[in-house]
Structures are given as structure tokens and as C-alpha cells.
């Protein structure tokens, strides 16, 4: 089966600096993953996702990088806001899993200071 | 306004009652899931529908029954609960249950067992 592990349980970062959470992954069957952030009191959201056949990918603000030799995933976010404190999670799905599975990390708490 | 509907958003219920959790998807989807969010572990699948039909059990008690009238509807039926099932109790929508398919999550319901 897989597993998913977040590097730390809580990141601190200064207001307009760049955060970047870490994840890692046990199994490279696993092909697509994604990112999910969830505030307080709130359901999962979706932020960004990656195929394993791309090694990096950007949105507003954010960028995913996949290292696959490694089984790595990073979420940076870039001139980070008090908005974004909320609990990261990363997810992992693929062939390995069985159908659209994902398997979760624990979350990590990013706590923005003013 | 995430597209899945979640209700009740709170739920305190004795380990005798009989309670539901409805959730509904405006998203045009056709696989909904149940996932357990407990405190500092990861979201757990609980069961998976696609097209209406249940394709996953993850080792659910029988006191979790699952409903599925039509792929924009999903219940979970509880009944004689244990303390320990107090947790949140997020539903969520994709495209279909293949892998790679975005999945996206209500707002959860949560359920304390008294």
C-alpha cells in the first residue's frame, strides 16, 4: 500500500516571505497527486495537483514540484499571506492505490505571522 | 461554495439514536465518497460510489450504512455509534472514481457521540 508523510507539523513563516511545505511518498506506482488546504471549521480545498509525468507545475501563487527518483512532493507558496495559515495536505492517488484512492498526509499547520 | 452540500454541519447524537448525513453534489459528478477526519491522523476513506454502485468498503463497522440513490445524493446512515466515532465526516465528489480525477469535499459534518 502507500504511505504519505509531511516533513513537519507546523511551519511559521513570516508575512511575504515563501513557505514550502514537504511530503513524501512511499510508493512510485503512485501518478498523480495533489494538495489540499483546509481552514478551520472547513471541508478539504483543492489547491494544485501534478501527473507524474510532469515535475512541476504552477498556479496562483503556489507551484507543486514532483521528484519522483526521490518520491518527494513540495507545495511553495510565494509573498505568503495571513489567508493562507491553514492546514496543508498532501494527497496521493494511482495505479498502486486501486482506482481514485488517495491516500493523506497528516497536514501541515502554516501559521503566518504578521 | 465548494459544489458538495453537507448537512447537518453539527450532530450530537446518543449511542442509541439513529441519525443521517446527507450530502449533495452540484458538480455533474458521478462517484461520491465518505472520508472519517479524526483528529491528528489522516482523512480515512470509508466508502467510495461510482455511477450509484459501491466500489469500496474500507473495513467500515456496520453501524456506518452508506446510501446512494443517484450520484448526486449520498447518504450515511448511523446508528448504535461508539464514542470513539465522534469525529468529522467530510463527503466529496469526482468526475468518476478512476484515478486522476480531482476530488472535491464538502464542508463536513460533525458528529459528536454521547
Known amino acids: 500500500g502507500e504511505s504519505v508523510g509531511l516533513h513537519l507539523p507546523t511551519l511559521s513563516v513570516q508575512e511575504g516571505d515563501n513557505s514550502i511545505i514537504n511530503c513524501a511518498y512511499s510508493n512510485s506506482a503512485s501518478d498523480y497527486f495533489i494538495w489540499y488546504k483546509q481552514e478551520s471549521g472547513k471541508g478539504p480545498q483543492f489547491i494544485i495537483d501534478i501527473r507524474s509525468n510532469m515535475d512541476k507545475r504552477q498556479g496562483q501563487r503556489v507551484t507543486v514540484l514532483l521528484n519522483k527518483t526521490v518520491k518527494h512532493l513540495s507545495l511553495q507558496i510565494a509573498a505568503t499571506q495571513p489567508g493562507d495559515s491553514a492546514v496543508y495536505f498532501c494527497a496521493v492517488a494511482g495505479r498502486a492505490g486501486g482506482g481514485n484512492k488517495l491516500t493523506f498526509g497528516t497536514g501541515t499547520q502554516l501559521k503566518v505571522e504578521l | 461554495e465548494t459544489g458538495v452540500t453537507q448537512t447537518p454541519r453539527h450532530l450530537v447524537m446518543g449511542m442509541t439514536n439513529k441519525k443521517s448525513l446527507k450530502c449533495e453534489q452540484h458538480l455533474g459528478h458521478n462517484a461520491m465518497y465518505w472520508y472519517k477526519q479524526s483528529a491528528k491522523k489522516p482523512l480515512e476513506l470509508m466508502f467510495v460510489?461510482?455511477?450509484?454502485?459501491?466500489?469500496e468498503n474500507n473495513s467500515v463497522p456496520s453501524r456506518f450504512s452508506p446510501e446512494c440513490p443517484n450520484s448526486s445524493h449520498l447518504f450515511l446512515h448511523l446508528h448504535t455509534l461508539q464514542p470513539e466515532d465522534s469525529a468529522l465526516y467530510l463527503c466529496?465528489?469526482?468526475?468518476?472514481?478512476?484515478?486522476?480525477?480531482?476530488?472535491?469535499f464538502g464542508e463536513g459534518s460533525w458528529l459528536t457521540v454521547v
Open positions: 466529496a465528489s469526482s468526475q468518476d472514481s478512476n484515478s486522476g480525477n480531482t476530488i472535491y
Open positions: 460510489y461510482n455511477f450509484k454502485e459501491q466500489t
